[in-house]
């Protein structure tokens, strides 16, 4: 009864954790301050602290505050701004592709809970509402979730955010980005996303894992500015050098 009354008392978040602790998805030590990651390879982590503010493309070496990269000086993106947490190098492959091929949830709650980390140490103000880059529901059927709104879900629970996953819908099954250089993946995600509703809000920030040349949130940001979106910002777990 002693027992059953102690564990009553206890909220159903830490008997999770004491049920479950949080485990290292990197090496397998004890995880610290309740994510799975422990101190020693969070510290290893590439974070993406000198970067482009308009694309996030990493700077080889660190530049004055504001500085643009080559690229976005030429042809600015339609987005205000572009934040991604960390690069897409060694360990983010492993953790992403494990994330969206393999069904490991648990790797889009560490995540998003960096993404979110990255979004509070930057300090500006925040949108109004997150808009996880859409899956095309032929693709949502075969994986059976959307990786960008797992990892929506829990930025916005830490940043008290909401989710508008019903603003926008993925209406052409466009073969996937990976291998194609930059001007075919402009055309090859060109009409690829509809507005189905006025915006709701008059600043958003899309939510997508990994960012390459940004043609996908280039083309979802030129659709949420039609339908009404005043800024429109992107915001990424990782993007590539």
């Not at 004491?18 to 301050?33: K, Q, V, Y």
């Not at 694309?55 to 339609?78: D, K, T």
């Not at 140490?121 to 109004?128: D, E, I, K, T």
């Amino acid at each position: 009864m002693k027992l059953r009354a102690a564990s009553a008392r206890l909220a159903p978040g830490r008997l999770l954790t004491d049920l479950f602790p949080p485990t290292c998805l990197l090496c397998g030590a004890p995880g610290a301050h309740g994510r799975d990651l422990c101190e020693g390879c969070a510290a290893d982590l590439p974070y993406n602290r000198d970067a482009c503010p308009r694309c996030a493309l990493p700077f080889a070496a660190p530049r004055p505050p504001g500085s643009l990269c080559g690229a976005c000086q030429r042809r600015p993106p339609p987005s205000a701004c572009t934040l991604a947490a960390l690069r897409y190098e060694t360990p983010l492959p492993t953790l992403v592709g494990a994330m969206k091929f393999r069904g490991r949830l648990n790797h889009a709650r560490l995540l998003g809970a960096l993404l979110a980390d990255a979004v509070q140490r930057r300090g500006a103000p925040l949108p109004q509402a997150l808009v996880p880059v859409p899956l095309h529901p032929g693709r949502l059927a075969a994986r059976g979730y959307n990786q960008a709104v797992e990892i929506a879900r829990v930025v916005g629970r830490v940043l008290d955010l909401p989710l508008d996953v019903a603003c926008c819908r993925r209406v052409l099954a466009t073969p996937p980005q990976a291998g194609l250089d930059e001007p075919t993946r402009r055309r090859n995600i060109r009409g690829a996303f509809t507005a189905l509703t006025p915006c709701a809000w008059g600043q958003v920030a899309i939510l997508d894992d990994v960012l390459t040349t940004g043609s996908t949130v280039n083309e979802l940001t030129r659709v949420l500015r039609l339908a009404g979106a005043r800024s429109v910002e992107v915001w990424a777990v990782a993007r590539t050098p």
